[in-house]
């Protein structure tokens, strides 16, 4: 036993959902794994063991706990944070890379040897690319089984599986259970047993979950012997509970555009609940996409408090609809995926995550932030403040050039301008959803006489573009935040301030400050802070930025005295 597991347990004895995602721990006494906030009894700390991922857990043979759902879990910030090629990987196994292009293309794109990334993912996560993909798979899986009425052969292709055998046989090792067994417990079905028995062993507690607190939310599932699992979003106390990629009650989506559905598909699209940890700022998210929405592909309705965010997705197999409620749940996003290959549903989940910012830890930025003088009025104000990052980072790197020494208002207009010239029409138009955003193949040789900027401005923005499409500039989930700044800035026309949004949105980097962003200054002298002060900001001086430009923003709306 180390100090650091000891520190582990005393989590999982207060059930502190603080650190659901960043670390799992296993019960030896009955071959489950479990999120530190189940709400089961409390197992004796003989019978614990950690792992820093649920694939290391599977790995180790142990089988998910039907009750808490450890696979349903906001991911560790941490692989946010991190630039070395564990953090990288991380983020790219996420989107999906292992299921397309296998562990050779995973570390191609890491410039290591596979030999070398399996070794360091299995030293510092405990499992290596093809079972963090095979979790992965495996949760997709589910999410199609219980939301769809799609053939089990048709789902094991659908997540990534080579063979349905290997589908029967992960859903069984992780589950418990077979395919058909996991579709019957799906949202919304009853249990023959209702709620009951602890999983794991008394540690002599015996407490129970308070309502609303997560875990508490759901209803019961027929168990295997010895366990009191639950269904995934049925109604308790405080409704559903659904994980990063779970699944709420519904059922498959739609090719947007299109007025038919494919086979096996349903006109309502794939219904999930986006998981996050901590409060979250959802009013500050939606002002910041509504600001910037580019019409044609993306779009803002209702009013606020009940706002949707709806965009359009280019993706690895075709093309998609996100949908997003302002509305929170007890700890999620409700979301619906319009995908015209449900291959797509992984990766477009891992993309809007990225956009809504949803894997952030707001308790650790709080603590550093909120220890300093000028800050901690603001983090005060708004907790649990995020950074918006970028649903599609080439998207997001040509939005920056047009944003360049302009309002965002006017960038905005000029995004609309280049979407309506030379983004890709949909099949037909879905709401005021219209275009799939123009590639940098598209803008590389474009002429951009549509645009309303100068000569100059038109030359950067084919410059990036041209580089973003001979892959000079590397923007993809994985790529070295140095080296894509680096080759940012060698660019003609692209400065700092260009290269560090770049770093900051479609990179995910949550420790960007923009000292030269106008808006960021006047946020800074409001707060009665200093660039000085910057350093003991890390690592979350995004964050911060953040809050700059929202202090700006409220003195903006402030009525004239």
């Known amino acids: ?91 790219l196994i996420g989107d999906g890379v292992v299921d397309r292009e296998g562990v050779a293309g995973l570390a191609d794109r890491l410039g290591y040897s596979a030999r070398q990334v399996q070794r360091q993912l299995n030293a510092e996560v405990g499992a290596g690319p093809i079972a963090l993909a095979r979790a992965q798979r495996a949760h997709t899986a589910r999410i199609l089984l219980q939301t769809t009425s799609m053939q089990a052969a048709e789902i094991a292709f659908a997540a990534g599986f080579a063979s349905v055998r290997q589908f029967n046989d992960t859903v069984r090792a992780i589950y418990a259970v077979t395919p058909s067994a996991l579709r019957a417990a799906k949202p919304g079905r009853t249990s023959r047993h209702g709620a009951g028995a602890s999983r794991h062993g008394s540690a002599g507690s015996g407490r129970l979950a308070a309502p609303g607190s997560a875990g508490a939310e759901s209803g019961a599932v027929d168990t295997a012997p010895g366990e009191a699992g639950r269904v995934p979003g049925e109604a308790g106390p405080a409704g559903p509970v659904f994980g990063p990629t779970d699944a709420a009650p519904g059922r498959a989506g739609r090719a947007p555009g299109k007025a038919r559905p494919e086979p096996g598909a349903a006109p309502a699209g794939v219904p999930l609940r986006l998981a996050h940890r901590g409060p979250y700022a959802v009013r500050e998210v939606f002002d910041h996409l509504a600001a910037r929405a580019v019409t044609g592909v993306e779009e803002v309705t209702g009013a606020p408090g009940g706002r949707t965010y709806r965009r359009t997705l280019r993706l690895p197999h075709g093309s998609g609809v996100a949908e997003v409620a302002e509305r929170l749940g007890a700890g999620w996003l409700e979301c619906r995926l319009h995908l015209t290959d449900l291959r797509d549903l992984t990766t477009a989940t891992h993309r809007i995550r990225r956009l809504f910012d949803l894997d952030a830890d707001p308790y650790a930025v709080a603590e550093r932030l909120g220890a300093d003088r000028a800050l901690a009025p603001l983090v005060a104000l708004r907790p649990g403040l995020r950074a918006p990052g970028a649903a599609d980072p080439h998207e997001l790197a040509v939005r920056a050039v047009l944003g360049q020494q302009v309002s965002v208002a006017a960038g905005r207009k000029l995004g609309s301008a280049l979407v309506a010239a030379y983004g890709l029409p949909l099949p037909a138009a879905d709401g005021g959803l219209t275009h799939l955003f123009p590639t940098p193949d598209d803008l590389a040789d474009a002429s951009l006489a549509e645009l309303g900027m100068p000569d100059s401005r038109k030359g950067t923005l084919r410059g990036v573009a041209g580089a973003l499409a001979a892959g000079t500039v590397l923007l993809d989930a994985g790529a070295d935040r140095d080296e894509a700044e680096k080759a940012l800035l060698a660019l003609p026309g692209i400065g700092p301030w260009t290269a560090g949004y770049v770093r900051m949105r479609a990179l995910g980097d949550p420790d960007v400050l923009l000292t030269g962003d106008v808006a960021a200054r006047a946020g800074m002298r409001l707060a009665g802070a200093e660039p000085v002060d910057a350093e003991a900001w890390r690592p979350w001086r995004t964050y911060a930025m953040h809050h700059f430009w929202n202090a700006a923003a409220d003195r903006r709306r402030a009525p004239a005295v």
């Open 1 to 91: 036993m180390t100090s650091d597991d000891d520190s582990r347990y005393e989590a999982v004895c207060s059930r502190d959902a603080r650190f659901d995602g960043e670390f799992f721990f296993a019960v030896a006494t009955t071959g489950i794994y479990c999120r530190p906030s189940c709400p089961a009894t409390t197992p004796k700390r003989r019978n614990v063991r950690f792992f820093p991922t649920a694939a290391a857990a599977q790995g180790a043979g142990f089988r998910a706990c039907r009750r808490c759902r450890p696979d349903a879990v906001p991911g560790s910030a941490g692989w946010n944070v991190r630039a070395d090629v564990v953090g990288r990987a991380m983020r």
